[in-house]
């Protein structure tokens, strides 16, 4: 593996800084990523950023929104590993989107891979690990003949208007418990 092309953050500074100025070290990490992916495509759009993505995403290139989102409860939570692997990530996918056959090229596939290894010096990992218990909570409890089952505000809501859901192991439809605070 060659060596990351981005420099690895101070993660001493990065545990020191307040929400705001973790956030511009994200759009400072961004813009790295994006002059370093300028250098192999030169008319590369510069990307809008928004931080308002949730649930267990660590990060999303929208094309239609022309940008990337980040989901800032991970990042709060995983500041080095958040800088150091999802922005390139999500650069990865916004270049290989952006090169002549990048829109029919697979999400993960082979031009992204490459991106991964080549310009940013990174294996290319398909998903992050982190835990995302505080970012994705599942208050609402549903329970079967074997176990209990934590239901995020979505699913609830389609339980809730008359979607059924049964278990896996026993097949026995889920019943609602009530809500919990997580």
Aim: aromatic share 8%.
């Amino acid at each position: 593996m060659t060596m990351p092309a981005l420099p690895d953050p101070d993660a001493s500074r990065l545990d020191d800084l307040d929400q705001a100025a973790l956030h511009r070290s994200l759009l400072a990490r961004v813009e790295a990523a994006w002059q370093l992916c300028r250098e192999l495509h030169p008319s590369l759009p510069r990307p809008a950023v928004w931080l308002d993505l949730r649930g267990k995403c660590a990060g999303q290139a929208h094309f239609a929104r022309g940008g990337l989102r980040f989901n800032p409860v991970l990042l709060a939570e995983n500041r080095v590993a958040f800088l150091v692997e999802v922005v390139p990530h999500e650069m990865a996918h916004w270049l290989v989107h952006h090169l002549e056959d990048g829109p029919r090229a697979r999400p993960h596939g082979h031009e992204w891979q490459t991106v991964m290894r080549r310009l940013f010096g990174l294996e290319p990992r398909t998903t992050h690990r982190f835990d995302t218990g505080r970012a994705s909570p599942a208050p609402y409890r549903y329970r079967c003949a074997c176990r209990e089952h934590a239901f995020t505000a979505r699913r609830h809501s389609l339980a809730r208007r008359g979607r059924g859901y049964r278990c896996r192991h026993c097949a026995e439809t889920l019943v609602y418990l009530g809500c919990h605070a997580s």
